[in-house]
């Protein structure tokens, strides 16, 4: 299992969508983010009428026995607001504001992203046949104050940091499925549910329920002594029980070494094939949903110093966006333009002929 391949795949579907071009809180596309892998409180789907979901449900299936365990991890982001204070020098008060500029440094009010883990380890699939494993996880809410000074030590403004509580439950469950006469799978269920108390909901704002929510939530299943089944690509005795897993806002995909493993499946809220990879040419997370590495990092070049200023102001990850693309040299721009590669075969795809002559995604 490479856990360094899966954590990068994993961390990519974490982030997509985090931030968007043109990486400035100022910028319209960018004041509704976060619409992959919502899990909002259930009172607020429920004002929704369901097109905000406070449920997912993953379904898979996996070749093993009784000594066999697998280990579940449900991952999301936990939003923080950031707001800035600026000091009135008349009342000396604090009060907020959209941004403000200390000696040259810009900063502003944002959403910042926390990572989260919840865990449930070494579930054997013998005692998941008689009983439902249940973890409630809560991370509490905080708040954080960081003074802001300018170059003469005089406090002129603060930053604070809120963060809402966040509540959740995992299930876990399963069954065996009889193949034929000597073959037996398991089917995994895992649901994960947004249990987070939120009162008045139906008056409440997407904002205020992502505070929240479980942002870009997915689902990781290591196997132990056991393999897990391709749902795309399933070998034909498996057809019939893949077409028995139901799916709810997600999409399970193994991860790992192409065609070499199957003891890792990533629940992803995007849609995704079997062994994603990021691709070689790029030279770091970029972050914008349906990213063009190419395209993006030529629109950075061409931003002006003031929406630099603006950028680097928004988030740490977009600072480094910034630095790396300035630092980028000819070569590396010139390696994400026109790489071309053989797609991927799915089904009867053709001849060996056909095979070699097909031209891949231009990435």
């Not at 990781?220 to 057809?239: I, Q, R, T, W």
Request: aromatic share 8%.
């Amino acid at each position: 299992m490479n856990l360094d391949l899966i954590k990068t795949i994993a961390d990519a579907v974490l982030y997509e969508g985090y931030m968007l071009y043109p990486y400035r809180a100022s910028a319209v596309k960018n004041r509704q983010r976060f619409n992959f892998g919502v899990l909002t409180p259930e009172s607020y789907s429920e004002a929704q009428r369901g097109t905000e979901k406070w449920q997912m449900q993953t379904e898979c299936l996996i070749e093993g026995n009784e000594n066999s365990e697998i280990d579940l991890k449900v991952r999301f982001l936990h939003l923080t607001e950031r707001v800035i204070y600026r000091m009135d020098e008349e009342s000396g008060k604090f009060q907020a504001v959209d941004s403000m500029n200390v000696d040259g440094k810009f900063f502003q009010s944002w959403q910042e992203a926390f990572e989260r883990e919840a865990e449930i380890s070494a579930i054997k699939l013998s005692e998941l046949k008689d009983d439902t494993k249940i973890l409630n996880f809560t991370f509490p809410a905080n708040e954080d104050t960081e003074e802001l000074k300018n170059k003469e030590g005089e406090i002129v403004g603060k930053i604070v940091r809120m963060q809402e509580e966040v509540k959740g439950k995992i299930e876990v469950s399963s069954s065996k499925i009889q193949i034929n006469d000597k073959q037996t799978v398991y089917k995994i269920t895992a649901k994960v549910f947004n249990t987070t108390p939120f009162e008045n909901a139906e008056q409440k704002s997407r904002d205020e329920a992502l505070a929240h929510s479980l942002v870009s939530a997915h689902t990781a299943l290591f196997a132990k002594n056991g393999k897990f089944v391709s749902l795309l690509e399933p070998a034909d005795e498996f057809v019939e029980a893949v077409e028995t897993c139901e799916n709810i806002g997600t999409y399970p995909i193994l991860v790992g070494e192409n065609g070499d493993e199957r003891d890792c499946i990533l629940s992803s809220p995007i849609i995704l094939y079997d062994y994603p990879e990021i691709a070689p040419e790029s030279q770091g997370d970029l972050f914008d949903s349906a990213e063009i590495d190419e395209i993006l990092t030529l629109r950075i070049m061409t931003m002006t110093d003031e929406e630099k200023r603006e950028m680097v102001g928004v988030d740490e990850r977009s600072k480094q966006i910034l630095e790396r693309t300035e630092n980028m040299t000819a070569e590396q721009l010139m390696r994400m333009h026109g790489v071309l590669r053989r797609p991927r075969a799915f089904g009867n795809f053709g001849n060996e002929e056909d095979k070699s002559s097909a031209v891949g995604e231009t990435k």
